[in-house]
């Protein structure tokens, strides 16, 4: 994740990617692809492979269902939490160093909650899984781009590392419900083991050394402040899930982590080395498009969240079954993958961006006809599908919008605000949204509870995002 803190003096006028081409890449550089991919498509599995297995986790290891969330939590916390710091330590000190330190923590973590023996090791694994990814995620990230020269390779490379992201989430679903039928919840961890146990031995050998030639140094106050803000945040919204939101505990983390998100915009913005520069985020597309990003991420990751629930626990699907309703999804959304750059060469990243987070949202709505009868896993089953569909749009034309007009200098920093909000929109939606089902005494009021508010967040921002890149034609 490269930091660039320098702006240019002009804004150039804002245009719309071409389609990502097609260029001839040589066998080093496919494995190379392969690897830094591979690591990615890992880290999303994770997120989403154990969902599915939930109930057979919480039965075996004795954990309550609010508990339970702290199963996904446990490991979206450090991940999203440590991103920014780590994307800057591998900056300063190599970030081929710092991705493989992170492969093998990762590797060992998923080692350890294989075999966990109760609730107090499986988290300890989950959270050991969070750090790895926090360090895998952004020097993955900057290492493709600095391997593939700009134009149509870094263009390709990134293509296709934005549709495995994306597909990885669904693709653990499926997985997931498989492995938990077959050979129960921990073959779930086993798989992520065996996954970096093929990964960490291929890439010593391919991958170059890189960190940023400028050598800046390391802010530590705006390192402290937003790890310490995202951290206490999300811890608040996932106690609440066990307790409500009057425990002291509770309203002391919420409060400390608005305040020390604040003290990072104030931190940033008197920096000599910022992690995140301010007046790139002033930058229209750049606001507006990271917005959609963190909207369509968090939303989507809710959506899948109470569906597990509903599908499991209200209508008794078998772990199997489940992962079958998200294997059409993932079905979908590689169709979707397979013809959005053709749409947004059409139409343009902004305006594929607005219609796709509208169409994710009316679909989300459409998932309230849900009831506790059989035939509702038809419903579902359409109406997810269909919103996968439209939050891969999202996905692609968010990260194309947010890189459009910004100069070559400021490429770098733009492609790792991406990579954050990524991140962070998978780790605060279930937090967020989640208690609200976790915490119902009627799990299908619950339920309903959390798609009409996800529904209307992503309209809600589908049209400020509309009016907001409409305003001006340049950012």
Not at 55 to 73: F, H, I, K, N, Y
Not at 225 to 254: E, M, N, P
Request: some cysteine.
């Amino acid at each position: 994740m490269a930091i660039d803190t320098t702006t240019s003096s002009s804004t150039p006028p804002v245009r719309e990617p071409e389609p990502l081409g097609a260029p001839r890449l040589s066998t080093r550089d496919r494995l190379v692809l392969f690897v830094l991919c591979a690591a990615q498509f890992m880290v999303a599995l994770d997120f989403s492979v154990l969902n599915v297995a939930l109930p057979e986790l919480g039965a075996d290891l004795g954990m309550s269902r609010a508990g339970l969330q702290w199963a996904v939590t446990a490991f979206a916390l450090p991940s999203g939490g440590f991103l920014l710091l780590f994307g800057r330590i591998g900056d300063l000190y190599g970030r081929r160093k710092l991705f493989l330190t992170g492969l093998a923590l990762f590797g060992a973590a998923s080692l350890l909650a294989t075999l966990a023996w109760d609730p107090a090791s499986f988290l300890t694994g989950r959270a050991l899984q969070g750090l790895g990814a926090a360090a895998i995620v952004p020097t993955g990230m900057s290492l493709l781009t600095t391997t593939f020269p700009e134009g149509p390779a870094r263009d390709r490379a990134l293509g296709i590392s934005g549709t495995l992201l994306s597909l990885g989430f669904t693709v653990g679903m499926v997985a997931g419900g498989v492995l938990t039928d077959a050979l129960g919840w921990r073959s779930t961890m086993a798989l992520l083991t065996v996954f970096a146990l093929i990964v960490l031995p291929l890439a010593p050998g391919l991958l170059p050394e890189s960190r940023t030639p400028q050598r800046p140094r390391l802010d530590v106050p705006g390192a402290v402040t937003v790890t310490g803000g995202l951290l206490s945040l999300i811890y608040a919204l996932s106690t609440a899930a066990d307790h409500g939101f009057g425990r002291a505990d509770v309203l002391v983390t919420l409060a400390a982590g608005l305040a020390l998100l604040t003290a990072f915009v104030v931190v940033e913005s008197r920096s000599t080395a910022p992690l995140v520069s301010l007046p790139m985020l002033r930058r229209r597309t750049v606001a507006w498009g990271n917005l959609g990003g963190l909207v369509t991420f968090s939303m989507m990751s809710t959506v899948v969240f109470a569906l597990t629930l509903y599908l499991q626990e209200i209508l008794h699907l078998s772990a199997f079954r489940t992962g079958l309703v998200f294997g059409v999804q993932g079905v979908l959304s590689a169709v979707a993958g397979s013809f959005a750059a053709k749409v947004i060469g059409r139409f343009g990243a902004r305006r594929t961006l607005v219609a796709s987070l509208a169409g994710q949202g009316a679909l989300v709505a459409a998932l309230l006809g849900l009831d506790t009868h059989g035939w509702s896993v038809w419903l579902a089953t359409a109406a997810v599908s269909l919103a996968s569909m439209c939050h891969l749009g999202a996905i692609i034309s968010y990260g194309l919008t947010v890189t459009s007009g910004v100069p070559d200098e400021e490429q770098g920093l733009a492609t790792g605000l991406v990579t954050s909000t990524q991140q962070v929109g998978i780790t605060v939606g279930i937090p967020l949204l989640g208690v609200l089902a976790t915490t119902s005494d009627d799990l299908m009021a619950g339920v309903h509870t959390v798609l009409g508010l996800d529904a209307v967040i992503v309209l809600t921002a589908a049209a400020l995002i509309g009016l907001g890149l409409r305003t001006r034609r340049t950012a």
